[in-house]
């Protein structure tokens, strides 16, 4: 079980690997320009639990309706920081 950080957008070719290669018992966060990835459907063809820091999808003048994805605020995220044994960034 690892937390994966997502933080560019589509076009980025680290994060389709990264995503490419998560596993059902992932968390996957998508934080800074990562949190573009929650407008999308085709997200859910990956693996793993998908979540999305709240405050950047937010500030980029999105509403949590707009989300595919769990929304997570900063205490959220500490937490999922603490149950998972690995991150990759």
Do not use: F, R
């Given at each position: 079980m690892a937390m994966i950080l997502i933080k560019y957008g589509f076009d980025h070719p680290a994060e389709k690997i990264?995503?490419?290669?998560s596993r059902e018992d992932d968390a996957v966060v998508f934080i800074?320009?990562?949190v573009f990835w929650a407008l999308k459907k085709e997200v859910k063809n990956y693996k793993g639990n998908f979540f999305a820091l709240k405050e950047d999808f937010l500030s980029r003048g999105y509403s949590p309706e707009d989300s595919v994805?769990?929304?997570?605020d900063?205490?959220?995220?500490?937490d999922l920081i603490e149950k998972n044994e690995k991150s990759i960034g």
């Open positions: 990264k995503l490419e290669n800074q320009n990562g994805m769990e929304l997570v900063y205490n959220q995220l500490i």
